[in-house]
């Protein structure tokens, strides 16, 4: 089931959906109409099993005039992630490039490298990534799978660790490269519009190995990021079992998993986002994510 949150041109109000083909349906609306409780918030599905079962059981049969065209409504981030922990440095060739460009160590890590990002660096699909000249001349962009958590996770084994995955995203972990700050990530990556979500939660069931997914990066439509999750470093299930040896995961928080090689600082020469670019990023059955660069003061 691929979980959304959208607006239509009639109401502001997000609303939670699910994905049919190219059609979107509310399941609010759904469970109005089949006598089905069905809540409006889309981490209310995260957080219970059973109520997500529900929707699935309505979603089997949906009536056509409930169903709104893709095209015809706007997509929001499909949740609002309690905490967003970022992992650095989880591809190799990622490590490689950044000691060259950055300032990190070209050993590889031995332990996850993690770092958080607030639930307010949050976008949703085509919304505005804002480019402020004042705080930054290097805004970069990293492709990265999303992994949703769905069920409480701490202390978990290795083996039991993708047990509390709800679902798959993509999310861009844009970064203001001169704003790290004697080490730390937290305002370089931590901005407003810095964490584009979505387009969609895909659940863990409909992706058949979540470590061998395609992933990929245009800017302006060319190529500048495209690997696949069987690089990790770090696979999802080591990831949180690491984060849960001393960090309670809980329902709707996400991990960003590392980005491949291609940053703009390890292109040469360098390349950074400016007003007026598209950032469009792909992960194999997941879909697209694209925004826009905009100026901002
Ligand atoms: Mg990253």
């Known amino acids: 089931m691929k979980l959304l949150t959208f607006v239509t041109t009639d109401d502001p109000a997000p609303r939670a959906g699910v994905l049919l083909g190219n059609e979107v349906v509310d399941l609010a609306e759904l469970g109005a109409r089949t006598g089905a409780d069905l809540p409006t918030d889309a981490l209310a599905y995260v957080r219970d099993p059973a109520l997500l079962e529900r929707a699935r059981e309505v979603a089997a049969d949906v009536p056509a005039d409930l169903r ?8 929001r981030a499909p949740l609002r992630p309690g905490k967003i922990i970022g992992v650095g440095l989880n591809y190799v060739e990622h490590v490689d490039e950044s000691a060259r ?26 919304e505005a990534i804002r480019h402020n000249a004042a705080l930054t001349s290097q805004l970069d962009w ?12 701490f202390q978990v ?6 047990d509390h995955v709800f679902g798959y995203a993509i999310t861009n972990d844009i970064s203001a490269r001169d704003q790290r700050r004697s080490g730390q990530w937290f305002f370089s990556k931590g901005q407003d519009s810095y964490a584009p979500f979505g387009p969609w939660i895909v659940t863990a069931d409909e992706i ?13 439509g060319e190529v500048k990021q495209k690997s696949n999750t069987r690089h ?30 291609g940053v703009g600082a390890a292109q040469t020469p360098p390349q950074y986002l400016q007003p007026g670019d598209r950032v469009e990023l792909e992960i194999e059955q997941i879909g697209r994510l694209a925004n826009p660069v905009v100026a901002v003061q």
């Open 68 to 75: 709104h065209d893709l095209d015809a409504v706007t997509l």
């Open 101 to 126: 460009t950055l300032d990190t160590d070209k050993d590889l890590p031995t332990r996850p490298v993690l770092f958080s990002k607030p639930g307010t660096a949050v976008i949703g699909p085509e």
């Open 142 to 153: 990293e492709v990265e799978l999303a992994v949703v958590i769905g069920r409480t996770a």
């Open 157 to 162: 084994s290795r083996e039991q660790a993708l």
């Open 208 to 220: 058949t190995d979540p470590q061998t997914l395609d992933l990929s990066l245009r800017v302006n």
């Open 232 to 261: 990790m470093l770090f696979p999802i299930a080591e990831l949180i079992a690491d984060i849960a040896t001393g960090m309670t995961l809980e329902p709707g928080d996400v991990i960003a998993t590392g980005s491949p090689a």
